[in-house]
């Protein structure tokens, strides 16, 4: 195989490994691509460099999520200004694809804070009231081994907050993908940016628009979250727990109607109130949800555990014949069948997050 064809082959694979989040760093889809397309040994001057790949994830992006990229790197700049403010005293600056512009399906909004105290910067998250988790991880580089403070936030888009000492405000860092100084803004930076690219914007009142939404998505990932405790009979769930199931029929649903807003949500939601009253989910799950749900979704929610009894024949003819009179009857026994399908062991699932986002960049896509 010819160098340069080889080396676009890998770029495009490592590039497709990112755009699907299977792959979080270049290094690791890279090295992954390289192996997947040629089981010898690769030169490493025919391995693609970070720009390439993010060329590719671009290209992407521009494929599946066209104009859509466009408003939403709008909201995500005024989203991350809305969360440097709140961490003025740690001397924030935005970095990554959200300042560039190079987002994608999925992408965090990356910034730098600096401080010497992390319970300085949770107590600020805390007061706020905001859901939080942190990782300490550790990255090995040039044989040298750190442990980065990494605080991931989810607060309408997903945050990464990476910490450093307060001595390393004016250190330059270099970029991952370009090998140069990394680009990276202040408050200051990034108000003027926002006045530049949107002249028809008015800064403070997206800022406070902002504030006072509530986001309907951190109540769905509130009430799934606790599924991970609920353990099902392994009669009719050998999978194990609720959310494992949930995600599974999420994944099934999703093969079968990839675009359907509404019944993505009724398979990822369905058995929510399993946490909250294991006697009567369906009806707990639904007013858990209350004024978060079109119609539709809610009446697919309500009627899941009939359409098993529609699968096996023990449903009676008249609750048949009241179904069968929605519109959404089909979906309903599809919805059945991807809940019976939800229930195997091992079997491949997306985290909470990615199955929310992929529903949240359908509801920007499509309105």
């Known amino acids: 195989m010819a160098d340069d064809k080889l080396r676009r082959e890998i770029a495009f694979e490592a590039a497709r490994l990112m755009y699907l989040r299977h792959e979080t760093e270049y290094f690791r889809a890279k090295r992954k691509a390289a192996r997947k397309i040629c089981s010898d040994w ?172 509530v986001d309907r998505f951190l109540i769905y990932r509130a009430l799934l979250i606790p599924l991970e405790s609920v353990m099902q009979s392994q009669a009719y769930h050998p999978e194990g727990d609720a959310l494992y199931h949930s995600l599974q029929v999420f994944d099934r649903a999703r093969d079968e109607l990839p675009y359907d807003e509404e019944f993505l949500l009724a398979a990822l939601l369905h058995d929510v109130g399993k946490a909250i009253d294991p006697h009567d989910h369906v009806q707990a799950a639904l007013t858990a949800l209350e004024g978060t749900l079109t119609p539709r979704t809610q009446w697919l929610i309500e009627h899941h555990m009939e359409a098993h009894g529609l699968a096996d024949g023990t449903l009676g003819a008249r609750a048949r014949r009241r179904l069968e009179e929605s519109p959404d009857f089909e979906d309903l026994i599809l919805l059945g069948e991807c809940d019976r399908k939800g229930r195997e062991r091992g079997a491949h699932a997306p985290d909470v997050e990615d199955a929310l986002d992929y529903i949240r960049d359908l509801a920007r896509m499509y309105g």
């Not at 001057?45 to 066209?66: M, S, T």
């Not at 909201?75 to 990554?96: Q, Y």
């Not at 990034?190 to 997206?206: N, T």
């Open 42 to 213: 690769i030169k490493p001057k025919d391995l693609p460099n970070n720009r390439e790949i993010r060329e590719q994830i671009q290209q992407l992006a521009r494929l599946h999520e066209g104009e859509t990229r466009i408003d939403k790197l709008r909201e995500m700049r005024f989203e991350a200004l809305r969360i440097m403010r709140l961490m003025r005293p740690f001397r924030p600056k935005l970095i990554g694809s959200t300042l560039t512009g190079h987002v994608r399906r999925g992408s965090d909004i990356d910034i730098h804070v600096f401080s010497n105290s992390l319970e300085a910067v949770e107590s600020v998250l805390q007061e706020e009231g905001m859901t939080y988790d942190v990782e300490h991880k550790r990255v090995r580089k040039y044989g040298e081994e750190r442990v980065f403070t990494h605080l991931h936030l989810l607060d309408g888009y997903r945050f990464e907050l990476t910490m450093y000492a307060e001595d390393k405000a004016n250190y330059v860092f270099k970029s991952s993908v370009t090998g140069q100084a990394m680009e990276r803004a202040t408050i200051p930076e990034l108000e003027q940016l926002l006045a530049r690219e949107y002249p028809d914007s008015q800064i403070e009142k997206e800022v406070a628009g902002m504030e006072e939404r």
